[in-house]
C-alpha cells in the first residue's frame, strides 16, 4: 500500500515539474525537494514521464546527495552544484550550461552527450567518469581530477586545464583547440589518436603524445562529432512576462503618478508596462525606494534610470534589458539575478554584490564598481568602458569579450578571470596601478588595442 501511495504521489508531483523548461520559472521548490529527499518518488516520476524536460535551472543543491541520481535530459542551467554527492549519478544528455559544480564528487557519473558550456568545474573529482561526446567548451577544469575518465570526442575547445589530472584517461578524438594550460596538466598514461585536436588546431601525432608521456592510439579517421546544442538558455526570462493580469492600463495614459513610497513600490512590483508608461510621462518624477525588497521580483526592461535605490536586495531577480542608467544602487544585492543587456551605464554601484550575477552584453561603461563583488560573475561581451573596479573581486568571472578599454582595475582581484578576446587598451588600468601593456594582456587571451 505504501508504495502505491508513494508512485501515485510521483505521479501527480511529476505533473508539477516534468515540462519542458518554462520563460519566466526558475526550478519548482517540490522537485528539488523531492529529488533531495526522497529519491525513491524521483525515480518513480521520472520512469512515469520518460523522455520529458525538467526544468531545474539555477536550482541550490550545493553539497546535496545526488548519489546515483537520474537526472537525465534535466535542464540545469546555472544550477548551484557545488560540493554536491554527484558519484554515479546519470547525467547523460543534461544541459549543465554554466552551472557551479566546483569540489563536486563526480566519480564514475555519466555525463556521456551533456552540455556543460562554461560550466565551473574547478577542484571536482571525476574519476572514471564518462563524458563521452559532451560539449565542455570553456569550462574551468582547473585542478580537477579526470583519472581514467573516458572523454572520447567530447569537446574541450577553450577550456581551463591548469594541472588538471588527466592520467589514463581516453582522450581520442577529444578537441583541445583553444584550451588554457594543456601543458601543465597530467596525460600521463591517456589514451591520444590522429583525431584529437591539440591547443592549436593541429591533430595530435605521436611524437605530441610522446612528449606528454601518454599513448598513440592508431584508429580510423573519424568526422567531427555532433555535440549536444540545447537552445539558448532561459535566464529566468528572455520573453515578456505577462499572466494576463498586468498591464491594468493599456492605453498607456498614467492619470496620477505615485508620489509616495509605498505606491510607487506597489505599482513597480505588480505592473513593469504601467511603471515604465508612468515614467516616460514623469520623467522629473524622483524615485527613491532605499533598501527595497526585491528578492525574486520580475523586473525586465524596467525603466529605474536614475533611481535612488541604495542597498536594495534584488537576489534572484529578473533584470534583463532593465534600464538602469546613472541610478543608486550602491550597496546593493544582486546575486545571481538575470540581468542580461541591462543598462547600467554611470550607475553607482560601488561595494554592490554580483555574485555569479548574468550580465552578459550589460552596459555598465562609466560605472562606479568600486569595490563591488563579481565573484563569478558573467560579463562575456559586457561594455565596461571607462568603468570604475577599483578594489572589485573578479575572481572566477567571465570577461570573454567584454570591452575594459580605460577601465580602472586597480586593485582588483583578478584570479581565474577569463579574458579571452576582451579588450584591453593603453587607457586600461591594471591591478598593480600601472597602465595596461601588451606584454600583460596578450598571455591572458585578451586583445590589446591600441588608439
Given amino acids: 500500500m505504501n508504495l502505491k501511495r508513494s508512485l501515485a504521489q510521483a505521479f501527480l508531483l511529476a505533473a508539477c515539474f516534468c515540462t519542458a523548461p518554462t520563460p519566466g520559472l526558475a526550478a519548482d521548490p517540490e522537485a528539488i525537494k523531492m529529488l533531495i529527499n526522497n529519491r525513491e518518488q524521483w525515480h518513480a516520476a521520472r520512469q512515469s514521464n520518460p523522455g520529458k524536460t525538467i526544468d531545474l535551472n539555477k536550482a541550490k543543491l550545493d553539497d546535496a546527495n545526488l548519489e546515483g541520481a537520474n537526472l537525465s535530459n534535466v535542464s540545469l542551467v546555472r544550477a ?15 544541459n549543465l550550461s554554466m552551472a557551479f559544480i566546483k569540489k563536486a564528487d563526480m566519480k564514475e557519473a555519466d555525463l556521456s552527450g551533456a552540455s556543460l558550456v562554461k560550466a565551473n568545474l574547478k ?10 561526446r559532451a560539449n565542455l567548451q570553456g569550462v574551468n577544469l582547473r585542478w580537477s581530477q579526470l ?25 581520442k578524438g577529444a578537441n583541445f583547440k583553444g584550451a588554457q594550460f594543456l601543458d601543465t596538466a597530467d596525460l600521463n598514461g591517456a589514451s591520444v589518436s590522429g583525431n584529437t585536436i591539440t591547443a592549436s588546431g593541429d591533430k595530435a601525432t605521436r611524437s605530441w603524445a610522446s612528449m606528454r608521456k601518454a599513448r598513440f592510439v592508431s584508429e580510423p579517421e573519424t568526422a567531427p ?3 549536444l546544442t540545447p537552445p539558448e538558455p532561459v535566464y529566468l526570462s528572455d520573453q515578456p512576462e505577462d499572466d494576463g493580469t498586468s498591464a491594468k492600463n493599456r492605453s498607456g495614459s498614467v492619470k496620477n503618478a505615485p508620489q509616495s513610497r509605498e505606491k510607487q513600490q506597489a505599482l513597480l512590483i505588480d505592473d513593469v508596462e504601467t ?47 532593465a534600464l538602469l542608467n546613472g541610478a543608486d544602487f550602491s550597496g546593493s544585492n544582486f546575486q545571481k539575478a538575470d540581468m542580461k543587456g541591462a543598462k547600467l551605464q554611470g550607475a553607482k554601484l560601488q561595494k554592490a554584490n554580483f555574485d555569479r550575477t548574468f550580465l552578459r552584453e550589460a552596459d555598465l561603461s562609466n560605472a562606479d564598481l568600486t569595490g563591488a563583488n563579481l565573484y563569478g560573475a558573467m560579463l562575456a561581451g559586457a561594455n565596461l568602458r571607462g568603468a570604475d573596479l577599483s578594489g572589485t573581486s573578479l575572481f572566477d568571472a567571465d570577461l570573454e569579450g567584454a570591452d575594459l578599454s580605460g577601465a580602472i582595475l586597480k586593485g582588483a582581484n583578478m584570479m581565474d578571470t577569463n579574458l579571452k578576446n576582451a579588450i584591453i587598451t593603453p587607457e586600461t588600468i591594471l591591478p598593480s596601478g600601472k597602465n595596461a601593456t601588451a606584454d600583460w594582456a596578450i598571455p591572458k587571451g585578451a586583445i590589446f588595442r591600441k588608439p
Avoid: C
Fill in 275 to 321: 511603471w515604465n508608461s508612468m515614467r516616460s510621462k514623469n520623467p522629473e518624477l524622483p524615485i527613491t525606494l532605499k533598501q527595497e525588497k526585491l528578492e525574486n521580483a520580475r523586473l525586465r526592461g524596467v525603466n529605474l534610470q536614475q533611481a535612488s535605490m541604495a542597498g536594495s536586495d534584488f537576489e534572484d531577480a529578473n533584470l534583463d534589458e
Fill in 123 to 132: 577542484e571536482s573529482f571525476m574519476k572514471g567518469a564518462s563524458l563521452s
Fill in 225 to 227: 562529432p555532433v555535440y
Fill in 80 to 94: 548551484e552544484l557545488s560540493g554536491a554527492n554527484l558519484n554515479r549519478a546519470n547525467l547523460q544528455r543534461t
Fill in 147 to 171: 583519472e581514467a575518465a573516458d572523454l572520447s570526442g567530447a569537446n574541450l575547445a577553450g577550456t581551463v586545464l591548469f594541472e588538471t589530472n588527466l592520467q589514463h584517461s581516453n582522450l
